[in-house]
């Protein structure tokens, strides 16, 4: 029934490692994102794809990955996270054009 | 770059006590404007989308106004439930391989407390 479903919902991890972040949406759209939400709860864009072609890359360090295997799912690779990586990630879809995007319910990070 | 502005940073109503808040906005080539409600430890939720100036649509309390350089949403006699951070967020339009795409610049936000 959920419309974009991330997983997991939380993730505690040291520094220096490595992890994913899985997103799906059935909603039949063909754009996905990833978002970061920082502390003071600004949410910012990281990744756009199109029919799982990359379109924005917004300055993102390159320890970030986005994988997309489909139109459906977008996931989110991160090595040697640092403590700076914590925040809220959030993956959202929407139809190209003109249309608002839809949230998943994000997936809080702690990098200790 | 497109940049949102959202005022005031934190409102406090008491229940029925309307208001509204404000989202200043500098993008160019504006595809569409968004309000989305953000209840703790939930994504954002989509309220209204407004594409040109003059446009307006309503929602139960929320009704949202457009001009050619900000946005309000005017919250009618609140209730508790209202509460929440309420984002503003433009559509500017990003090119890549000879097609349009959107891109989402969010505000910060405000935050809404309703008492009762």
């Known amino acids: 029934d959920t419309a974009v479903s991330q997983t997991p919902k939380y993730l505690v991890t040291q520094m220096g490692n490595d992890k994913s972040i899985k997103c799906e949406q059935n909603l039949g759209h063909d754009t996905m994102y990833w978002y970061k939400q920082d502390s003071k709860k600004f949410l910012k864009i990281m990744f756009s794809?199109?029919?799982?072609?990359?379109?924005i890359n917004e300055t993102v360090p390159n320890r970030f990955s986005p994988k997309s295997p489909d139109k459906a799912h977008l996931n989110l690779h991160i090595n040697s996270l640092e403590l700076g990586d914590s925040a809220v990630y959030f993956c959202a879809s929407s139809r190209t054009g003109r249309t608002e995007a839809f949230f998943g319910q994000g997936t809080r990070l702690t990098v200790v | 770059e497109d940049q949102v502005t959202q005022s005031p940073e934190a409102l406090r109503l008491q229940e029925g006590e309307s208001s509204s808040l404000n989202c200043s906005y500098t993008v160019s080539g504006l595809r569409g404007l968004f309000w989305y409600r953000q209840d703790p430890g939930k994504g954002p939720e989509f309220l209204f989308t407004l594409y040109s100036a003059g446009e307006e649509k309503e929602k139960e309390r929320l009704k949202a106004t457009l001009t050619k350089k900000e946005s309000f949403l005017h919250i009618t006699a609140p209730k508790p439930e209202d509460s929440a951070t309420y984002l503003c967020?433009?559509?500017?339009?990003?090119?890549?391989?000879?097609?349009?795409?959107?891109?989402?610049?969010f505000g910060q936000g405000t935050i809404l407390t309703v008492h009762p």
């Open positions: 967020a433009v559509q500017g339009k990003v090119e890549a391989g000879g097609t349009s795409y959107g891109k989402l610049t």
């Open positions: 794809y199109n029919n799982k072609e990359l379109i």
